[in-house]
T-cell receptor, first 115, second 113 residues
Framework: AAGVIQSPRHLIKEKRETATLKCYPI?????VYWYQQGPGQDPQFLIS???????DKGSIPDRFSAQQFSDYHSELNMSSLELGDSALYFC??????????????FGPGTRLTVT | AQSVSQHNHHVILSEAASLELGCNYS??????LFWYVQYPGQHLQLLLK??????LVKGIKGFEAEFIKSKFSFNLRKPSVQWSDTAEYFC???????????FGKGNQVVVIP
């Protein structure tokens, strides 16, 4: 079965650079979630989108922005990168249809290293 | 704010031993509960979930969890672990009607052959 696809899988950037992470949800899933997992930490919710509209916002820095496109894929844009942004960024998708009880399926993550 | 607590962050045990990982959440309303497993270098995979009904939930790979509403707990159990169960285990909660998952700090479980 198709799973959530994230690209790139690994990304190395320098401080103050920008990065774009992409997430392709499972086909027919309409909701995308972004989580950040720092080294040895639990995943922290950043932001989510339902039908291309932001549906919830967590602890996402102002330097980050995200959007969901008409094909339901999502991109997380990160600017003025800091060393502390080094983390594993997970995307998850669900088939919500307005019902938020649906299970979230996680992608493999993008490991971002800021040097 | 809702939080999820997991204790005993590092657990080391031998094959065939029993495993129990505690999870407590702090939310008074209806809540969906999950246990995820993260094998080394891999993404989060769902072990089991509780939405409603029978409080004893059976998941994949022989895992089960019991929801005890009065204790705000959702403990994970496996009667006999295998070396392949070496992984990090995350408990997560989501208030009904909410999108985001709140994760606990995780339990790093190492099973010695």
């Amino acid at each position: 079965a198709a799973g959530v696809i994230q690209s790139p899988r690994h990304l190395i950037k320098e401080k103050r650079e920008t990065a774009t992470l992409k997430c392709y949800p499972i086909p027919r899933h309409d909701t995308v979630y972004w989580y950040q997992q720092g080294p040895g930490q639990d995943p922290q919710f950043l932001i989510s989108f339902y039908e291309k509209m932001q549906s919830d916002k967590g602890s996402i820095p102002d330097r980050f922005s995200a959007q969901q496109f008409s094909d339901y894929h999502s991109e997380l844009n990160m600017s003025s990168l800091e060393l502390g942004d080094s983390a594993l960024y997970f995307c998850a998708s669900s088939s919500t249809g307005g019902d938020t009880s649906q299970q979230q399926y996680f992608g493999p993550g993008t490991r971002l290293t800021v040097t | 704010a809702q939080s999820v607590s997991q204790h005993n962050h590092h657990v080391i045990l031998s094959e065939a031993a029993s495993l129990e990982l505690g999870c407590n959440y702090s939310y008074g309303g209806t809540v969906n509960l999950f246990w995820y497993v993260q094998y080394p270098g891999q993404h989060l995979q769902l072990l089991l979930k509780y939405f409603s009904g029978d409080p004893l939930v059976k998941g994949i790979k022989g895992f089960e969890a019991e929801f005890i509403k009065s204790k705000f707990s959702f403990n994970l159990r496996k009667p006999s672990v295998q070396w392949s169960d070496t992984a990090e285990y995350f408990c997560a909660a989501r208030p009904y009607g909410n999108n985001r998952l709140a994760f606990g700090k995780g339990n790093q479980v190492v099973v010695i052959p």
